[in-house]
């Protein structure tokens, strides 16, 4: 089975890896993840990839990476090995930045599904960002909490920086209680 993401979001590229990869170890508790970067493939890599197999597992998963980047020997055993793509019981997650390539061409028509991971059409261009270092320091300011302060101050501020500013605080608080 061939899978391909086509597209430059480097970003929904990585979280579908990951989200496939997570949702095949759940399948296949056992089952072998080989990882290749397409700058980085050997001849020897892409045979031990295709031709490898598993004792405890029926499927494997391969993730290749930017192929088309690799070389012409490589590029030439995918485009050889295509039946055996489609045909393998193993699930095989192409993902290629150039989705006008011509290794992309030929795994769209081979894909048992595509999906595009382009650039977002639409860019969030923010303008005025929150002070989220503030709002933590409000927080986790000694004198006491000051409730209406912190919210009026969170109230901008996207989750994921909040957690991460503020296990940064932590840690730096952390470190200067025990001397280091």
Request: glycine share 4%.
């Amino acid at each position: 089975m061939i899978y391909l993401l086509a597209g430059e979001n480097v970003d929904d590229a990585v979280a579908k890896l990951r989200a496939i990869r997570a949702a095949f170890t759940r399948k296949n508790e056992h089952g072998p993840i080989a990882e290749i970067e397409g700058a980085e493939a050997t001849d020897a890599d892409m045979q031990a990839a295709i031709g490898g197999g598993s004792l405890f597992s029926k499927n494997r998963l391969v993730i290749f990476k930017r192929m088309g980047s690799a070389s012409s020997s490589v590029q030439k055993m995918l485009d050889e090995y295509q039946d055996f793509f489609q045909k393998s019981n193993d699930v095989f997650v192409f993902w290629e930045t150039d989705s006008k390539s011509e290794l992309c061409t030929l795994l769209k028509k081979h894909a048992t599904k595509s999906q595009a991971v382009d650039r977002k059409s639409e860019t969030k261009t923010v303008l005025f960002r929150p002070n989220v270092f503030a709002a933590v320091d409000n927080i986790l300011e000694r004198s006491g909490f000051r409730f209406r302060e912190s919210t009026n101050a969170l109230r901008d501020i996207e989750v994921p920086d909040l957690f991460s500013v503020l296990f940064w605080k932590l840690r730096t608080i952390f470190l200067a209680t025990h001397g280091e």
